[in-house]
């Protein structure tokens, strides 16, 4: 595996390559990060990975400088699964040589909503930062997880309508045997609240059963399932069924037909944590 710091070692890397897969990361890998490579693999030749915490995602009171850090263990991980052909790993003066003044901004209707409302500018510095990595790589294919729901449908509408030659792919979330979502925050959990964490999924779960066993009082549920996890300790911001397609709130008469998914996000203690189910 090359690992390359700078955009133009990338290039030269790359240079008539013309079925690159990326799958780009914040590092500190885990067996999701591990899963999306082993996807990107099957779909494309040469595989690249890239590691930069990105600053325009965080907002100013949170985990920028203290997200975890751990590019040799990354390093030795991915060299051993043999996936990867070039790691990415600029630093922040490379990637942001100058204040960042152009922005690429997500429609309101799915940008500002959900995760958008709770962290804003979030998906801008998401965008801006795929977009940036998107120019750099020149991939055919980039590999995303389903556990960032929201995020894996305003990439891939960014690439429709700015007509990128990039198809998205999607891999399902990878959890933990009792459940869990697997994220790289989840190493801020104590013992205690680890033993605990796996209840977000488990309310989830919970919600997908009552639609499929065909309740429709989808305010109703969400509001079960937020009391439940807000009566164990959490702190909710939102546990909401959407329509899968846009994100938007489906109709009483669409929860039987239309295609959802469940989404959450909670804090439990300092640690924040997200999740969705497909329904």
């Not at 008539?16 to 996807?39: C, E, I, W, Y």
């Not at 008469?253 to 969705?276: C, F, Q, S």
Request: hydrophobic share 40%; proline share 6%.
């Amino acid at each position: 595996m090359k690992v390359v710091h700078t955009i133009e070692e990338l290039r030269d890397q790359l240079r008539g390559q013309m079925r690159v897969s990326f799958v780009p990361t914040m590092g500190n890998l885990h067996d999701g990060h591990l899963a999306l490579m082993k996807l990107a693999r099957q779909h494309g030749d040469p595989v690249v990975a890239s590691i930069f915490v990105n600053p325009l995602q965080f907002g100013p009171t949170e985990d920028f400088s203290s997200y975890p850090r751990t590019l040799q263990a990354d390093i030795e991980k991915l060299e051993k699964r043999r996936d990867v052909y070039v790691l990415f790993a600029p630093n922040e003066k490379e990637m942001y040589p100058e204040p960042q003044s152009y922005r690429i901004q997500p429609p309101a209707d799915l940008g500002d909503i959900l995760e958008g409302e709770f962290r804003p500018g979030f998906f801008s510095g998401v965008s801006t930062v795929v977009m940036k990595l998107f120019s750099c790589v020149q991939p055919r294919v980039a590999v995303f997880g389903k556990k960032d729901y929201q995020q894996l449908m305003i990439v891939r509408s960014m690439c429709r309508q700015f007509q990128l030659p990039v198809e998205v792919l999607a891999h399902e979330t990878v959890r933990d045997a009792d459940g869990l979502a697997l994220s790289s925050r989840n190493a801020y959990l104590s013992p205690a609240e680890r033993a605990e964490a796996p209840q977000l999924y488990a309310v989830l779960k919970q919600l997908q059963d009552a639609l499929k066993s065909g309740r429709s009082d989808i305010a109703q549920l969400e509001h079960e399932a937020v009391r439940t996890l807000t009566g164990r300790g959490w702190d909710v911001d939102y546990i909401s069924v959407r329509r899968q397609r846009d994100l938007h709130a489906p109709e009483p008469a669409e929860a039987a037909a239309e295609p959802l998914v469940a989404l959450a996000a909670a804090k439990l203690g300092r640690t924040r944590l997200i999740d969705n189910l497909e329904i």
